[in-house]
C-alpha cells in the first residue's frame, strides 16, 4: 500500500467522528436514583427503571442535563430551548427494555464547533493547497459540530467460556446491568476533519474540554469515552462524498490516528484498482496494524424512533441555561493564552499545561510558592513532574527556584526530584546536604577558566580555526577543575566570553 502522504496528494479524505462519553463524575444514572458505579459486584446498582420492568417511569437527572449543556455551550452549540427524547428500538439482551431512551432530530446542542490548531510533522499530512498555512507551516482548522445528545449507556456483556456456534465461540453471556443506564453524551461532527492528525487533535481537545468542566473522568482505556472514525476519500478537486466506512470503538489517540490512516490507504488502494468501497463497519486490529470487516451495510437500520411518552418534551429557560454558563470555567484555550500573555511561557508550554486540568491546577499552585521562576516552573512541570509520582507543588518550586539562580543544572535538578519524590523534603535542604550547590560565583569560575584554557592550548587553536563544539570539551574540563561544583552554564559563556576575545 502507499504511504498516506502519497495517497492525500491526489485523494483528500474526509472524516467525521462520533464520540460518546459517560457523565462518569455524576453520582446517579439518567433516569433513575441508581448509584453510578462500574466497580461494584455485578447487578447491585438496578431498579425496576434501569431493567426496564413494565410501568417503571423514568425520571431524567438535572444534573446530566447541566453536564451536557456545559459541554454544548463549551462547544460553542446552540441550546436547543425545545428538545426531546425518543426512543430507539432494537432487540438486544444489554438492553432490556429493548430501546435505548436517546434524543431525535432536536437535540439538546446542535452546530458547534472547535478549533484546531495543527502544527510540526502532523501538520504536513495536509497538503498546503487546501489550507491557508503559517510560515512554520501550522493552520488553523474550524471543525463542525453537529450535535451533542443526550442518552444512556447500555448493559455490559462479557462472553465466557468455549463452546462452538457461540457469541464470539463463548459458551455463555453474563450481562452486568450496572452500567445500564448511565447518562452518555454523543458528540456527531460534521465531515469537516481532513487528516488522521486532525481527527487525533479534535479527540485530545475534546477530551481536554470535557476533563476541564469535570463531567467525565474521559478514560479511552476504560471506555468512559469511546469514539467511531468515519471515512471516506475523494479525487482532489472534487465535491461529491465516496463512500464511507466506520470504525467502531476506537480506545486510544494513536489507534484513532492509526486506523484512520491505514482505511484512507486501503481506499485509495481499492479505487485505484477500479474496486469498490462498500459502506461497511470496520474494526480496528492495532497488533496487525490493519482494518477487518464487521458487517455490512445493506439497509438503513430502522429503530422505529419516535418521541418518548414517558418524557414530556424538554423544556430549558433562560436562567438554566445562565446557571450553566456560569459554571463552566476557563477552557484550554483560554487558560493557554492567559499563561502566555501574563507569565511569559512559551505557547508549546502554555498548552500541554492548559490542557490537563490537574497539571493546571499543579502548576498555578506552583507560582504562588515561587512568583519569580515561572517560566523555570513551567519548564519543569512539562519535563520533569511526568516521571514522578508524588512531588508537591512546593517541592517543585523550591527546585524551580534553585534552577532559576543555575545553582544547580537540569540533569541535577532530575535527580533531586526523584530523590524527594514521595517524601516532604525541601529541594534546597537536599541539594545543601548533598553539596550539589553549584558555585556561581564569577570570579572564582573565571580563574578556573583561566587555568582550563592556559593547559588545552590544542582546542582554543581548535576553536579559533572554526570547531566551536570544542568548548563542549572546555566546559567538562572546568567541571573537572572545580570537582563539579561550578555552574556549566556559567563556564559555557564566560569560556566563550574569553574565546571570542
Ligand atoms: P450514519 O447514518 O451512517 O450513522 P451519519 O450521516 O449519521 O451516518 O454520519 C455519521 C458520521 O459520519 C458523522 O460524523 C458524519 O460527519 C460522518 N460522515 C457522513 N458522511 C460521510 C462521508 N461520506 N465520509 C466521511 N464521513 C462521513
Ligand atoms: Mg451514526
Ligand atoms: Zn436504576
Known amino acids: ?88 428500538h432494537y432487540f438486544y439482551p444489554d438492553m432490556s427494555k429493548n430501546y435505548q431512551t436517546t434524543q431525535g432530530p432536536v437535540a439538546f446542542c446542535m452546530h458547534g464547533h472547535l478549533d484546531l490548531e495543527v502544527s510540526g510533522q502532523g501538520a504536513k499530512e495536509r497538503p498546503d493547497s487546501t489550507v491557508e498555512k503559517d510560515a512554520q507551516g501550522s493552520y488553523v482548522a474550524p471543525i463542525r459540530i453537529l450535535r451533542i445528545h443526550m442518552e444512556e449507556d447500555a448493559a455490559k456483556m462479557v462472553h465466557v467460556g468455549g463452546g462452538e456456534g457461540r ?46 468542566l469535570g463531567i467525565s473522568d474521559c478514560s479511552l482505556e476504560a471506555g468512559s469515552m469511546r469514539c467511531d472514525g468515519n471515512v471516506s476519500i475523494r479525487r482532489r478537486g472534487t465535491t461529491e462524498f465516496g463512500t464511507k466506512t466506520e470504525m467502531k470503538n476506537i480506545n486510544s489517540f494513536k489507534s484513532l490516528h492509526d486506523a484512520l490512516e491505514y482505511e484512507i490507504c486501503r481506499q485509495a488502494e481499492v479505487l485505484e484498482e477500479g474496486g469498490i468501497v462498500y459502506q461497511e463497519t470496520r474494526h480496528w486490529e492495532p497488533s496487525k496494524r490493519r482494518t477487518v470487516v464487521m458487517r455490512v451495510k445493506e439497509t ?95 517541592q517543585v518550586a523550591s527546585l524551580s527556584s534553585l534552577l532559576a539562580e543555575d545553582a544547580i543544572t537540569f540533569a541535577q535538578a532530575r535527580e533531586v526530584l526523584e530523590l524527594v519524590d514521595g517524601t516532604n523534603d525541601d529541594p534546597q535542604k537536599v541539594v545543601d546536604e548533598r553539596g550539589m550547590r553549584q558555585s556561581t560565583d564569577t570570579n572564582a569560575l573565571a580563574a578556573t577558566v583561566e587555568e582550563v584554557l592556559a593547559r588545552c592550548t590544542d582546542q582554543v587553536r581548535q576553536y579559533k580555526e572554526g570547531n566551536k563544539k570544542v568548548v563542549g570539551f572546555l566546559v567538562g574540563q572546568c567541571m573537572k577543575a572545580s570537582r563539579g561544583t561550578g555552574n556549566p552554564k556559567l563556564f559555557n559563556q564566560l569560556l566563550r566570553q574569553r574565546l571570542e576575545e
Open 167 to 212: 457469541i464470539g465461540g463463548a459458551s455463555e453471556s453474563l450481562i452486568d446491568y450496572n452500567r445500564c443506564g448511565t447518562p452518555l453524551i454523543e458528540l456527531v461532527t460534521e465531515p469537516d476533519l481532513r487528516t488522521p492528525e486532525e481527527a487525533r487533535l479534535f479527540m485530545e481537545k475534546l477530551r481536554q474540554t470535557f476533563l476541564t
Open 1 to 88: 500500500m502507499k504511504k498516506l502522504q502519497e495517497v492525500l496528494r491526489d485523494w483528500e479524505a474526509v472524516i467525521g467522528l462520533e464520540v460518546h462519553t459517560e457523565l462518569t463524575t455524576l453520582e446517579t444514572k439518567m433516569f433513575c436514583d441508581c448509584k453510578l458505579s462500574h466497580d461494584d459486584e455485578p447487578n447491585t446498582n438496578v431498579c425496576p427503571v434501569c431493567l426496564g420492568m413494565p410501568g417503571a417511569l423514568p425520571v431524567p437527572n438535572k444534573k446530566a442535563i447541566e453536564s451536557i449543556v456545559m459541554a454544548g455551550l463549551a462547544t460553542n452549540c446552540e441550546i436547543q430551548p425545545r428538545s426531546y427524547f425518543y426512543r430507539k
Open 300 to 394: 438503513a437500520d430502522d429503530y422505529r424512533m419516535y418521541p418518548d411518552p414517558d418524557l414530556a418534551p424538554f423544556d430549558l429557560s433562560d436562567e438554566f441555561v445562565q446557571s450553566c454558563r456560569e459554571r463552566v470555567p476557563e477552557l484550554p484555550d483560554a487558560k493557554r493564552d492567559r499563561y502566555v500573555q501574563t507569565h511569559g511561557l512559551k505557547r508549546t508550554d502554555a498548552s500541554q499545561i492548559a490542557g490537563d486540568p490537574a497539571v493546571a491546577r499543579f502548576f498555578e499552585e506552583a507560582i504562588t510558592y515561587a512568583p519569580k521562576a515561572v517560566q523555570t516552573i513551567a519548564n519543569v512541570v512539562v519535563n520533569l513532574v511526568p516521571a514522578t509520582t508524588a512531588v508537591t507543588a512546593a
